[in-house]
């Protein structure tokens, strides 16, 4: 995920921005062009535009992005600036710098890998760590969901945002391992859910991964930050402007393939033997058909990068619309407060 394997943004190394090149591709940045990079982490986006010229609004939920991307700003002598907050407010955020307009928006989706490597933030369960994976450290934690919920949400949580068939069998397992004394670790979490699911030697993949990525996202609200954040790109890149946005599983790359499809097309495609139902016009052109994906040069460097999926898009000058969750998929889930009422 985002970052860079020489130090940037205050000595955090050995974090590699993944398809970095197919990126910079995608938004052509060219010197005084002014971007977004919404989701800064360790900055290796942000870095490559600046080596091009551009001014970059760096965007991070997480306080110890933006306190590490200190260095990285005072080398930019002003080109460069850090403000913690939500991608989804990037237009909101942009405005209150001084711009009115973009020329490019660069999102990479999920969690960083400081954010993983770092134990006390929880958010795996290779290291041992409290049980919280908060990127801004506000709201509910993942040990409030684990310990709060229902097994009946949890399934739910755990089946539609991990993607997990067994998810029934897992929050049972967790109810059962609670009523003996409160979840607090992420290493007794994934424990338990080894238990629960089991683990062949030759499966490839832990069987706690789903699980674990369903909490961080719900404590997150990672899908609708994503949502929302896509429709203020949509409001603040110019005409001709561009965004790039990489994902790492299939629940975020179906949201961004929706939004763009969506957004490229001036007919409804609803019925090939009714006449064609006009829409809005396009806000978006799409930069090239599907996506990309890592070659086997960087995965093999940065393992983290075999998931990795470019979309990338073109502003067109059409007035930006309101976005329709629903229709491009993202997945309407209880909050902590209603789940528990």
């Known amino acids: 995920m985002a970052g860079r394997d020489h130090g940037v943004a205050g000595g955090l190394a050995g974090h590699q921005p993944v398809l970095l090149a197919e990126v910079v591709d995608a ?49 930019a002598g002003g080109t460069l600036s850090l403000h913690e907050g939500r991608f989804s407010a990037m237009d909101e955020i942009a405005r209150e710098a001084g711009y009115t307009a973009v020329d490019g928006v660069v999102l990479d989706i999920g969690v960083s890998s400081m954010q993983l490597d770092i134990a006390e933030r929880g958010f795996s369960f290779l290291r041992d760590g409290p049980l919280d994976m908060r990127m801004g450290g ?8 684990v310990n709060q919920l229902e097994p009946k949400a949890l399934t739910r949580i755990i089946a539609i945002l991990g993607e997990e068939r067994k998810a029934g069998l897992v929050a049972r397992a967790i109810a059962r391992a609670r009523a003996e004394r ?5 290493g007794e979490l994934a424990s338990v859910v080894e238990k629960a699911i089991g683990r062949k030697p030759s499966d490839p993949i ?7 990525q369903a909490l961080r996202i719900y404590v997150n609200g990672e899908l609708d930050e994503l949502g929302a954040a896509l429709g203020a790109a949509e409001r603040i890149l110019a005409a001709g402007g561009r965004l790039a946005v990489v994902t790492f599983h299939s629940l975020e790359d179906r949201i961004v393939k929706r939004f763009l499809t969506d957004r490229s097309r001036a007919r409804s495609a609803a019925s090939r033997h009714a006449p064609a139902e006009e829409v809005a016009p396009t806000t978006f052109a799409l930069r090239f058909k599907g996506h990309v ?30 976005v329709d969750f629903a229709a491009i998929d993202v997945p309407r889930l209880p909050t902590f407060a209603e789940a528990r009422a």
């Open 138 to 145: 506000e709201g509910p934690s993942a040990a409030d969901v």
């Open 27 to 75: 938004l052509a940045p060219t010197a005084g062009g002014i971007f977004i990079d919404g989701t800064f982490g360790g900055g290796g986006y942000s870095r490559a535009l600046l080596d091009r010229g551009c001014r970059v609004i760096a965007i991070d939920r997480d306080p110890a992005a933006i306190a590490g991307g200190a260095a990285l700003a005072a080398e």
């Open 182 to 186: 409160p979840l607090t670790r992420t």
């Open 293 to 322: 994906e890592a070659g086997a040069a960087e995965i093999a460097a940065n393992p983290r990068s075999r998931s990795a999926k470019l979309r990338a898009a073109l502003r067109t000058d059409a007035p930006p619309r309101p």
């Open 206 to 212: 832990h069987p706690a991964t789903r699980t674990f």
